[in-house]
């Protein structure tokens, strides 16, 4: 395992203090445990804040004033997107998660190969926090899910499923200290750093004018690619760690971690499936569009 107690004195003291926090979450004791429930809940209130205030506040006007002088930005207006209406609203959104997704999937990748699980730990929690952020937004609503007819309760719904999923999984994985298992690691950094990837192939998709016959075929391009990692990532990584853990440790598991892990299988993968139908919906719909060599708006 790596040891962050040892890391050169030429890293930032922060930065080591910061990993050694994820060693025990403040409480100066290794051992997992529900004692380390404090630690977590108050990093992931405060973290929620601070995600809100760095990516809802300081970088989406940086993101807006960016975007609104390139040529595609008018476009957007003309149909409608599939996380939000509002496609303008929506390459900001995604532009912000996905780099949420990819610094905390980014971690947990890190954790996972170079056998670290505080590392795996820390990227698992700042996972939650969009988790957290985006379920209140759905909730409230807020932006960028506004309310009125335009409100998407199918996606809405799916949604809190997925993130009421990764909720629910990671802090009992967390304080069993069951994040040290190679196939929960996987699994983890597989999701979260997918859909970190997935969030950047959609916002690409979106600086594609599929008016212009070279762009179109670019925009199916970047579909087809983001279909089959998607498919790759959570259709087989995604399983085949699941299907690991039920052979090699369901039936040593207490009853309430075995109903979590079927809670959490059962949820995420509805998640996946659904989500793999509107993707290949929308690859399907690029390739007719190059074939066709026009857009029909609706």
């Not at 909730?139 to 199918?154: E, H, S, T, V």
């Not at 087809?224 to 440790?249: D, Q, T, V």
Request: proline share 4%.
């Amino acid at each position: 395992v790596l040891d962050f107690a040892r890391v050169s004195a030429a890293d930032p003291a922060h930065l080591v203090a910061a990993m050694e926090f994820f060693r025990d979450f403040g409480t100066g004791n290794t051992t997992p445990g529900t004692h380390w429930l404090p630690g977590i809940c108050t990093f992931l209130a405060g973290g929620t804040v601070a995600y809100h205030v760095l990516g809802f506040r300081l970088l989406r006007p940086c993101l807006l004033s960016a975007y609104s002088q390139c040529s595609w930005w008018t476009y957007l207006k003309t149909y409608r997107g599939l996380l939000c209406k509002d496609v303008q609203n929506e390459i900001q959104y995604i532009s912000i998660v996905g780099s949420h997704h990819i610094i905390g999937g980014g971690l947990m990748a890190y954790g996972t190969c170079m056998n670290a699980p505080p590392m795996w730990a820390a990227g698992a929690l700042i996972g939650c926090l969009d988790d957290i952020h985006d379920s209140l937004c759905m909730i409230l609503p807020a932006w960028p899910f506004g309310g009125g007819p335009d409100r998407d309760m199918k996606f809405l719904t799916i949604m809190l499923i997925h993130h009421t999923a990764a909720l629910l999984a990671t802090l009992p994985v967390i304080c069993t200290g069951f994040h040290e298992n190679p196939h929960i690691q996987s699994i983890g950094a597989w999701l979260l750093l997918a859909g970190g990837i997935s969030h950047a192939t959609l916002a690409l998709s979106r600086t594609c004018n599929r008016n212009v016959v070279s762009e179109a075929k670019f925009d199916a391009l970047v579909w087809i690619f983001g279909g089959a990692f998607y498919g790759y990532s959570r259709l087989w990584c995604f399983p085949r760690s699941i299907l690991a853990l039920f052979r090699e440790e369901y039936a040593g598991l207490g009853s309430g971690m075995q109903a979590a892990l079927i809670g959490f299988t059962v949820m995420m993968g509805t998640f996946n499936v659904l989500i793999f139908f509107d993707v290949m919906k929308n690859v399907l719909k690029r390739i007719r569009l190059v074939i066709n060599g026009s857009e029909k708006r609706k």
